[in-house]
C-alpha cells in the first residue's frame, strides 16, 4: 500500500519549538518549588480553574493534579494509577484524574515523580465540575489536608449581582481559610500585584495563541498543549511572563518567516476537549503527516481572560466565574463557531472524554449546531485523556479519516 | 495525476466478511467475491484476488486495487485505503443517485451516512463499540431461538402479537428472549419483538444524523426482510434494498480506484 504520507520517512512533518526545552526547565523548577514549599508547610494542591491569584498572594505554593494527570497520562500508567483508585472503591466512572490522583496518593512509590507532594491544604473551585469536591474529600481523608471549595453556581447569559456577591463571599471566605492555615495576614496590594503578573502572562498566551491565525499555524495543538503548563501553573508569577515572552517571540519568528508548526499544511481544523495524553504525539504528529493542522482548540483558550480593573475581589469573582466550562452550552458553541471562522477552519474532531462529562456533555447537539451556523462538517470521537483502556485507535481513525475525506 | 484504468479492484474487507468487486472501465461489475474474514484478513484479501482472477481469466497485477472496511489497512498491494463510509456513499449513489441517506448494518457494525448529490458523504454516524445493532444481534437471537439466521426474519414475519423486548443490549436481550420463551410466547412474536428491537436501536442512530428519504439499506442483514419491515415502521419511511447489499462499499472502492483513487 503506498503511504498517505507526502514527507519521505526522513523528513519529520512537524517542527518542534525551540522553546521547548526552556518550558521542561520551567517545569521542572515548579516542580522541585513544589517539594520545598511542602517540606516548609506551604503548599496547596489547587483545581485548573482555581482563582489562584489568592494563594499565590499568600506565598502559598500551588501544585495542580490535573495537571499531574496530564503527566500520568502522558507516562502511560493512567491504567495503573486509576487500578490504585478502583481498589479503593472507586468506580471506573469516576474522571481519570481524580483516579490517578487518588491512586497515587495511595500508592506513590509506583507513581511518576513519587506523586505530587503531600499538601497542607486543598483549594478546589467547581467552576470547571462537581467531581473536584468529592476528589478532594477523598485525598483529605488520605492527607489530612483541609479542603476548601470556591463554590461558583454555573452560569447561564450575563452573571446577576446576587450570584457576583456571593461568589465574592465565597473568596473573602477563602482569605479567612488561607490566613488561618497558613498563619498569614491577607495584603490587598500584593493581591493585586500578583493579578497584574497574572493579566501579563496571560496576555503574552493569548497573543501567542491568537498568532495561530496565520496560515500555516505557527502552533499545533500538542504544542499548545504543553506549553500552556506554566499559565495553569504559574499564573501570578514572574517565572510564567518570562517564559511567554520566549515562547511568543519563537511563535511571532515564526509567523514573520512564514514557518509553520507542521511542513506541509494542507487541512486547519478546530479540536475540543483535553486531548488523550497517551497518544497526543502519535496522533497529531500523524495527522500532520497527512498535512492536516490544529490552528486552534477550545480547551487552550479557557485561560485566555484577563482579570478587569476594579475591586479586586470582585474582579476575580467575574473572571472566574465565567469561565466557560461554567457557563450553558451556547457559550461553548459560541467560543468554537467564532474559532473557526476567526481561524479559517475547515471542520473540526470533538473528542467525547469518558471522565470529563461537564466539558463532553452536549458535543451531539454542538456538532450539528456548529455545522448548521458554520456550514463546516465534524466528527465526535470517544475516549479517555488518562485511561487508554477506554481508547480504541481503529475506531477513531475511521471516524477522523472520514472527516477528512468528506472536506478534502 | 493518476491515470484512468480500464478495469479496477475495491475490496472491503469487514470484520465478518471480506468483499471483492472487479469493474471494467464502464463500471460494470466483471466478477465479486464475498467470503468469511476469518482470522486472517490478509489471507482473505488474497484469496479473493485469487477468485477474481480465476472467474475473470485476467491478469490483475496491474490493475489499481483500492481497499475500504476495518481491515483496510491489510490489504497491502492496495494503492490507497478509503474508509467504509466514503466507499458506501459511493456505492449507493453509483447504483442508484437518488438516495440520500444510506443505513449500513454489518456484521459487527452499523452506520448511518446522509449523502450528497455528488455522492459524497455529509455526515455519518457509527456504531462500533457494541454489538446491539448489528447482524452480531440478530445471530445471538437465531441462536437462542433455535432457527439459522436466515430464517429468522420471515419467522419474525408471521408474528400475531409482537413480544416487547425492551433492551436493545445483546447480553440483556438475549436473557430477555430466555424469558419470554419461559412464559410461552411463540418464537415468531419472539423474533418479531428482536427485530423490533434491533431497529428502534438502527433509528435512533439514524436521528443522529438526520433520516433524508429516500433511503437505502446495506450490508448483510438489508437481506433479512422482517428486519427490513421493522425498520421501515420505526423510521417510518420506505427502504431501498441493492440487489446484492454486501458488495455496496467493495463497489465504492473499486468505483474509487477507476478514477485512480482520486
Ligand atoms: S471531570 Fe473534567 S473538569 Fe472535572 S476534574 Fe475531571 S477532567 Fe477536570
Redesign the interface.
Known sequence: MAPDATTTPKEKAYRKLNTSKLLRDTMTLHILSTKQASQQGRLAWVTSGFPVEIPVAFDVTAAYPEQYGAIVGSEKCGPLLCGFAEELGFSQELCSYARSSIGSVKNPQQSPLTGLPTPQALLACNNICGTVLSWYEAVSEMTGAPVYLVDMPPLEGDQPSHHLSYVKSKLEGLIEFLSQTFNQDYDEEKLIQVAELSNEAVSLWTRALEACRHKPTPLNCADRFLSMAPIVALRGTQQAISFYQAFLAEVQDRVKNNVGAIVDEKVRLLWDNIPPWFTIYNFFNTLAKKGVSFPADSYTHAWSANIPRGEILESIAKVYSNVYLNKGLTAKIDKMCSLIKDYDLEGFVLFSVRSCKRYSLGQMVTKEEITRRTGVPGVIIEGDMVDSQQYNEAQVETRVEALLEMIV | MATKSTLSIGIDVGSTTTKAVLLDAKRNVVTQYLLATGASAQKSVQKCLDELRKSSQQDLTVVPVI?TG?GR?Q????????????CHSVGVHHLNPEIRTLIDIGGQDSKVIRIGTDG?????E?N??CSAGTGRFLEVMARVLEVSINELGSLSLKAKRPSTISSTCTVFAESEVIGRIGTGESPSDIAAGVHKAMASKIATLSQ?VGVKSPVSVTGGVALNPGFLYYLAQAIQTELWVPREPQYTGALGAAILALGGGE
Open positions: 481497499s476495518y489497512r490489504a497491502l498491494n492496495a494503492i490507497k485505503s478509503v474508509t467504509e463510509i466514503t459524497r458523504p455529509l455526515d455519518f457509527l462500533d463499540k443522529r
